[in-house]
């Protein structure tokens, strides 16, 4: 099969090699998988050769470069012509460290229409993929019936999913997991939402883990219902007692989930502030109610000892109901959004992943519709006279079904995204509505986090995004970086932790590393990882160059952006103003980032590399990274 | 003889209770018997340590629901990671008296002071015997090579002082590896912290893997297995007939297995008319 979209730049015709030239590293498997759903064929490809594997790694680079050479900028998320590239990354099932489960995929996104989409996702499933033999898969075309893939070693294929079309995730895994005569098949799927093309639907693996951010609705415009993966093949390593000694130092660096952290709000708990009432309140009240009498079981991802995955067995209203979720807890915030507490948010959580709906998407259209019905916008009878009536978990329990299935005007609309509803309710509910570029923030409370607020600002909306910087250095990168601490309340300092933060978040995604395995607020918690990569591979990469690796990543995601249209401006004008209101109670009351824009936005393009206001790299950027075929999407001069 | 880099000393001497034993014994290092503790009540089923199994001896991946050539070690019941509420370690259990050992017929397995029984690959002439004397069905034969695996207690490992690269994984604090005297001690505080059970401490006159079970064994996958030494087994008529009219082991392998029935006749009763021995 032939590479059917245009391809500009002469470099790029050869990006897989029919007989590799140079060596593969250690960790690779060396084969892509190439899925034309249109044709129905599946072709096995060579991995891009060795110099190219360098400068990307894998993961999100890899991807994000395969598309920049693949896909024209015309093409939109849900069109035949638009792809997903799925891409694993050296470290990724080695066994020998934490944390290497690592796939990323990255698409146009359907939620801001003119970034980069982008959805991870951690477990077993990646690793099944590299047992299979693959380091990657990308996805082209468009069945004109559900179809799913088969990957058993040599054996792929393509097979009827009428049976599964219409099944909720947890289903659709146990009926192809039973279908496949293996129970170690590993199953990634989408559900109602991203078979109906709700904006922001997920991709749901080996039930605790989801890649959200869009990724199950380029699936579902596919017709693509799931990946079914299974194999026993191990990817080589360079230096396996090196290996096995790098990966002893970062496990000994991982700070453990335990069971109490799976009894309480979640991660904002950590600041003292969650997300209620659309974001008008943020203290926590009795949110966890019954949390503490759940029957709390971790479910660690592959070889990783963070422990971040759990289930839970309710009790109480909800007596034996088991719940699967993994670490970041926004699924919690989401429901104390609509003003849930207790046991019901970790109910309508589990219903939430079955459906396959990102939280932050549902959290903020409903909230938005909620506070219209409270103001009197939204008219009962424009919703068949449902009432909305705050924390009525059986109101919230169907508004996931009407969002899901597309179902009625306000199912669509919360199916579209908060935008769209704010635009389509009119009045003055474009200044209540929370979403960013037209996606939607991962959802906690973001807003007394002037690190992490940035970091949500920046992202391409239809991601969640990385990084956050540091109040100090990360001791690992003492050596080269002498700042802080920063204020948690002036701007100074922030753009440039965050960037940093960035390009390390990114580079532990690019080796197939999952970042919530990373500590590197630890001394040897990057450093490790490094190490952990180059032994697996047979590099000698530096920490800079692992810096400029993951910033080689973000310049990419930004030239994505430039080529449909994107501009840095769009990072402070095109938000929900509910984002950027002050904190309306408790103890950081008064405190937003709004003071401080777009300077510290502006601050952080120039410092990462690129212009203010376009958002376009400049050449000496793009000739540092090694980019320069890219230099017709610099800034001018 | 040289097996993995060390000494096995010559069949037939005494073990540490000054009886003769019916096959090769060696030591790995200090000599000191150590143990494996598994704790189920610490235990969530996440198979840290089947994959760490497969990592350490760079076995397939897959299959790891079943004891198999590419699965030394499985966690039951085989369902998915975390699902049951109830967990079991199968594997091989390093009996003090194994009879897997005592039934080859040209000793390819020894039993080493420090607790492993290991198969030598280059040994074994892939006869099943060992398969069928097992009392936890632990050893499986390769597809590939011919002959029987399972796991060593990574004897590789002990021999320098480390621990087994599954008790390492264990990321659950389930698993513990330490002298018998040390273990036992462990076992039997952990188990009477939790009213639970010590299995393996008899069991086939005792063995080097001790389970602290919260329930019955059977309801962690664990089978019934009798306090005698050499427990009583079956070894099929079909599988000692294929041994001698079929191709097994070849002609060089054949030739082994009889000349060692020769030289020590006093090993076949362990095999043919084997009567278990009371502790």
């Known amino acids: ?637 | 003889m040289e097996r993995f880099g060390m000494t096995a000393t010559t069949n037939g001497q005494p073990g540490t209770d000054g009886q003769r034993r019916p096959y090769p014994t060696g030591r790995l290092s200090d000599g000191k018997p150590r143990a494996i503790m598994f704790d189920s009540s610490a235990c969530i089923g996440c198979r840290q340590c089947v994959e760490a199994c497969k990592d350490w001896n760079e076995l397939p991946r897959g299959n790891t629901y079943k004891i198999n050539p590419s699965t030394w070690l499985t966690m039951e019941p085989p369902v998915l990671e975390g699902t049951a509420s109830i967990w079991g370690r199968n594997s091989c259990m390093h009996c003090e008296y194994p009879a897997c050992a005592s039934v080859c017929p040209v000793e390819a397995i020894t039993k080493y002071d420090e607790g492993p029984v290991v198969i030598d690959p280059n040994i074994c002439i892939g006869c099943e015997y060992c398969i069928h004397a097992c009392p936890w069905d632990v050893i499986s034969k390769s597809d590939v090579t011919g002959r029987a695996t399972k796991c060593t207690m990574c004897s590789d490992r002990v021999g320098k002082d480390q621990q087994p690269f599954c008790v390492q994984a264990c990321p659950a604090g389930a698993l513990a590896f330490g002298t018998v005297e040390e273990i036992e001690a462990q076992t039997s505080e952990r188990a009477a912290a939790t009213g639970a059970t010590v299995y393996g401490l008899r069991e086939a006159g005792g063995t080097h893997v001790l389970h602290v079970l919260t329930q019955p064994p059977e309801e962690h996958g664990m089978p019934e297995v009798s306090s005698d030494r050499y427990p009583a087994h079956h070894i099929p008529l079909a599988t000692e007939i294929k041994g001698v009219l079929t191709l097994t082991g070849g002609v060089e392998g054949k030739l082994r297995a009889v000349k060692n029935a020769v030289s020590k006749p006093w090993r076949l009763k362990y095999r043919y008319w084997h009567k278990p021995e009371q502790p």
């Open chain 1, 1 to 637: 099969m032939a590479i059917d979209a245009p391809v500009s730049g002469a470099a790029r015709d050869n990006l897989f090699p029919k007989v590799r030239r140079t060596p593969l590293p250690g960790g690779y498997m060396g084969k892509l998988l190439r899925i034309d759903l249109t044709a129905g064929t599946c072709q096995a490809i060579e991995l891009p050769e060795e110099p190219v594997l360098r400068k990307y790694w894998g993961g999100q680079a890899l991807g994000t470069y395969i598309l920049l050479n693949e896909m024209t900028s015309d093409v939109e998320a849900f069109s035949p012509q638009s792809k997903i590239a799925m891409m694993t990354g050296p470290v990724t099932g080695t066994g020998l460290t934490p944390g290497g489960t690592k796939m990323t995929a990255v698409y146009p996104s359907p939620a801001t229409r003119n970034t980069l989409g982008r959805g991870a996702t951690s477990g077993f499933w990646g690793v099944a993929l590299k047992s299979a033999g693959y380091d990657g898969i990308i996805i082209q075309g468009q069945s004109d019936h559900p179809v799913y893939l088969y990957i058993d070693e040599d054996r792929v294929e393509l097979r009827d999913a009428r049976a599964v079309w219409g099944k909720g995730t947890r289903q659709t895994e146990d009926m192809l997991r039973r279908q496949s005569g293996h129970q170690d098949t590993r199953v990634a799927c989408i559900g109602p939402a991203g078979e109906n093309l709700i904006h922001a639907a997920m991709l749901v693996n080996d039930y605790n883990h989801v890649a959200a951010h869009g990724l199950g609705a380029v699936m579902g415009s596919k017709k693509l219902k799931a990946i079914v993966v299974r194999g026993t093949r191990r990817p080589p390593i360079k230096d396996k007692e090196a290996l096995i000694n790098a990966g002893q130092r970062w496990r000994g660096t991982l700070r453990a989930f335990d069971i109490k952290s799976r009894q309480g709000v979640g991660h904002g708990g950590s600041w003292g502030a969650i997300t209620r009432h659309n974001w008008r309140a943020t203290t926590i009240e009795d949110h966890a109610r019954g949390f503490d009498r759940n029957r709390i079981t971790p479910r660690p991802c592959f070889q990783c000892a963070r422990m971040c995955p759990w289930d839970a067995e309710l009790h109480g209203e909800r007596e034996g109901e088991i719940v699967h979720f993994n670490a970041g807890s926004e699924w919690l915030d989401t429901f104390f959004n609509l003003d849930i507490t207790g046991n019901d948010v970790l109910y309508l959580s589990e219903r939430i992943n079955d459906l396959g709906i990102e939280c932050s998407h549902f959290a903020d259209g409903a909230g938005l519709a909620f506070e219209a019905f409270e103001k009197g916008l939204l008219k009962p009878q424009q919703i068949g006279g449902m009432e909305l009536k705050w924390g009525d978990t059986a109101v919230v329990d169907k508004l996931l079904d009407m969002c899901a299935r597309r179902e009625g005007w306000l199912g669509n609309l919360l199916a579209e995204g908060p935008k769209e509803l704010a635009e389509a309710l009119g009045g003055d509910a474009k200044q209540w509505v929370v979403h960013t570029k037209g996606g939607t923030p991962a959802q906690h409370e973001w807003r007394p986090l002037l690190g992490n607020m940035l970091r949500e600002l920046v992202a391409s909306g239809g991601m969640k995004p990385q990084g956050g910087g540091s109040a100090t250095v990360p001791p690992d990168l003492k050596y080269r970086e002498n700042w802080g601490p920063l204020s948690p309340t002036e701007s100074e300092g922030w753009a440039w932790s965050h960037i940093l933060s960035e390009q390390y978040r990114q580079s532990s995604g690019l080796m197939g590393a999952c970042w919530f395995a990373m500590n590197q607020m630890v001394p040897d918690g990057y450093k490790s990882m490094i190490d952990a990569l180059n032994a697996t591979t047979g590099w000698n990469v530096t920490l800079d160059e692992a810096l400029d690796v993951g910033h080689r990543s973000m310049i990419l995601q930004s030239i994505f952006g430039t080529q449909r249209g994107w501009i840095a401006e769009n990072d402070w004008t095109d938000v929900g103003p509910r984002f950027l209101e002050p904190i309306p109670d408790g103890e950081h009351k008064g405190f937003t980032i709004a003071k401080f824009l777009p300077d510290i936005i502006q601050e952080y393009y120039r410092l990462s590399g690129r212009d203010e206001m376009t958002g376009r790299p400049f050449k000496d950027t793009l000739e540092r990274l090694g980019l320069q075929e890219f230099a017709e999407w610099s800034a001018s001069e």
